[in-house]
């Protein structure tokens, strides 16, 4: 089958991940794929200079416009979309268009509907839920969002919330189902990895190693669960903490751990390639998420338990989709930082449960999350719609 994939982010870190999970699980099913991308952003083909290309700097100048700027810059992007997927549509003639929905968004879904062309939108974002970019022009974005969510021929959403969400605003959505993130177990394999090589270079010999990977943002918690667990760390000499990424707190983190003078227990490498993601991973004995969201389906989790690394996190309703608590990982209630610290801290001396927790962990991943189920699951939308 003939398959457009269209999507209109930059292409860049998570979103990358994602969008190249499918396309190339889709291909691996034996199906055609042609990524359709914002303009400057290509998402198979990332570099370290592609955002500093022209376009790059033009798309984050966008990004930057006051709110009600931006949002009517989202849409025009309308007539962008039309001249592109009108040529793309007319070139290809594809039998399904996969898009990743982006608010403002509708010319791509009144294309399909017009040419009798399937339709499935990916659904990452919402006009229902809280952004950390407020919208401005809401009841223009929901009565947008509500057209598409009717029109479209499925939708893919990433959490039941969004999906519970969506039907309760909206109605009588397209048909659809809920497909949680997932990993890619080529390059999430602890297998690829000499463990005790990796640990010794990063200094982190005969210790015990929680870890976190993810953007440094107030809405995650790691500056709080760092400020907690600095208080607590005498309590387990054995234990080093790994937090990789980079954010708006990260400066805030590393002042406290030299202000504390916990260099040596906390490792902050900063944001590392995503190629390189899996061998701090394979350093890791166990793993924290402090905080999440009501509606995110957190790509971490998955990279983590695909290499055997369970996770401490809290019981939003999709993290909770994943974590099978003390089975696939631990989960604390959300918001309770102290209960997060404390159970972190239990874990230290539990190596043989942390092993099984972990082995678990990874077995679910290979079992039901790999990208392929996703995209397995994304065609039972249009079966028997493609000719």
Excluded at 326 to 352: A, I, K, M, N, Y
Aim: aromatic residues 8%; contains cysteine; charged residues 25%.
């Amino acid at each position: 089958m003939k398959i457009i994939y269209h999507h209109r982010t930059r292409g860049r870190h998570v979103e990358g991940v994602h969008i190249r999970g499918i396309v190339e699980a889709l291909r691996e099913l034996g199906h055609e794929v042609k990524v359709i991308s914002f303009p400057g952003a290509d998402p198979e083909h990332e570099s370290p200079t592609q955002a500093s290309s022209k376009r790059g700097r033009v798309a984050g100048l966008v990004t930057r416009l006051p709110g009600v700027l931006f949002e009517l810059m989202e849409l025009a992007y309308n007539a962008v979309t039309w001249l592109r997927m009108g040529s793309a549509m007319r070139r290809l003639r594809p039998q399904l268009i996969y898009e990743r929905y982006s608010l403002f968004l509708f010319t791509t879904v009144w294309m399909a509907k017009r040419r009798g062309i399937p339709l499935v939108l990916e659904i990452n974002d919402s006009a229902l839920v809280h952004r950390v970019r407020p919208l401005k022009l809401t009841a223009m974005a929901r009565r947008i969002e509500g057209w598409c969510l009717r029109n479209a021929t499925g939708l893919v959403f990433i959490s039941h919330y969004f999906r519970r969400e969506a039907e309760q605003a909206y109605g009588n959505i397209a048909p659809s189902v809920v497909s949680p993130n997932a990993a890619n177990l080529h390059r999430f394999d602890p297998q690829r990895f000499d463990r005790e090589g990796l640990r010794d270079e990063r200094g982190l010999r005969g210790r015990v190693v929680c870890g976190h990977i993810g953007v440094f943002a107030h809405w995650h918690g790691v500056d709080g669960f760092v400020e907690a667990m600095a208080q607590r760390l005498s309590e387990a000499p054995n234990l080093a903490l790994v937090f990789v990424g980079d954010g708006v707190t990260l400066p805030a983190v590393r002042a406290l751990v030299a202000e504390r003078g916990l260099s040596d227990r906390v490792l902050l490498p900063g944001r590392v390639p995503h190629d390189e993601i899996a061998s701090w991973i394979a350093c890791m004995d166990y793993a924290v998420l402090p905080d999440s969201n009501l509606y995110g389906s957190p790509m971490k989790l998955f990279e983590l338990m695909a290499m055997g690394v369970a996770v401490v996190a809290p019981d939003y309703a999709p993290v909770a989709e994943v974590i099978a608590d003390g089975h696939t990982g631990w989960l604390f209630p959300r918001g309770e930082t102290d209960t997060c610290v404390q159970r972190v801290l239990d874990l230290v001396q539990q190596s043989e449960e942390r092993a099984r927790v972990g082995t678990a962990a990874r077995d679910y991943i290979v079992r039901e999350r790999q990208w392929r189920n996703n995209a397995q699951q994304l065609l039972t939308l249009v079966d028997g719609e493609v000719a």
